[in-house]
């Protein structure tokens, strides 16, 4: 190979080393910075004692009564999950996306305010199932500690009793909480987090119309998760 066209090689992989070396490392020292195994915890009375202390306190009787929320995931995504009939709808872009979580034939999407069917229709309905599984998770999470196939222990940490939730999924979730039970913050070991153990805040709490608090706001190592718009409708 001639030195002319040596020269331009080195130089572009001195500028891949440059750019990926750093991140490389500051990703590795992320990772061993908070990366920790799941902890153990003890199942039963007690743990059932404190998930229930957390729904207490976050009103889960008015979260039960309420028949429809509403909220805004990151300014991105709208929802509006009417509970009572099991069935949510979903705005992103220009495309509107009614799921009916009871009955999928009742599945309409909509672009531009045209319903439209199909192949199209079948992959924005994917997708919108993909986004209201992430996002209603980081409104509603708390209240799922009941749901069929979770299981509930009691951890202790130097920060006190945490509850520790692991879905039939395998995903878990280490809640802090404060005195009165209402959580702070959780630990994540679950199959979308980068890193097992990272911590994301639950700090900044909303009362709904319907006395439900819910969160909105989180935020996990440099990034934040902003939710808005939030209703409870009766």
């Not at 599945?107 to 319903?115: G, I, L, M, P, R």
């Not at 979770?150 to 006190?160: D, F, I, L, P, S």
Request: glycine share 6%; net charge positive.
């Amino acid at each position: 190979m001639s030195k002319t066209k040596k020269k331009p090689l080195k130089i572009i992989l001195g500028i891949v080393i440059f750019i990926t070396l750093p991140s490389i490392l500051f990703l590795g020292f992320i990772y061993f910075k908070y990366s920790e195994d799941i902890p153990t915890g003890v199942t039963g009375f007690k743990a059932d004692v404190l998930a229930n202390k957390m729904l207490d306190v976050l009103n889960k009787k008015a979260f039960d009564s309420t028949n429809t929320f509403e909220w805004t995931y990151k300014g991105k995504r709208h929802y509006k999950w009417e509970k009572h009939k099991n069935c949510s709808e979903v705005y992103w872009e220009s495309y509107k996306v009614k799921l009916n979580f009871s009955d999928s034939t009742l599945n309409q999407v909509y672009v531009h305010s045209f319903k439209v069917d199909g192949e199209l229709a079948n992959d924005l309905i994917q997708e919108a199932k993909k986004y209201y599984k992430n996002d209603s998770f980081w409104v509603f999470a708390p209240y799922q500690v009941f749901d069929k196939g979770v299981k509930r222990a009691v951890v202790n940490t130097t920060q006190g009793k945490a509850l520790l939730v692991t879905y039939s999924s395998g995903d878990s979730y280490l809640w802090h909480l404060d005195e009165t039970g209402k959580p702070t913050s959780f630990k994540m070991w679950d199959k979308q987090s980068p890193i097992d153990g990272l911590e994301a805040s639950w700090t900044d709490w909303t009362t709904t119309e319907t006395g439900v608090e819910l969160p909105t706001f989180h935020k996990f190592l440099f990034f934040g998760i902003e939710i808005t718009d939030i209703k409870g409708i009766d």
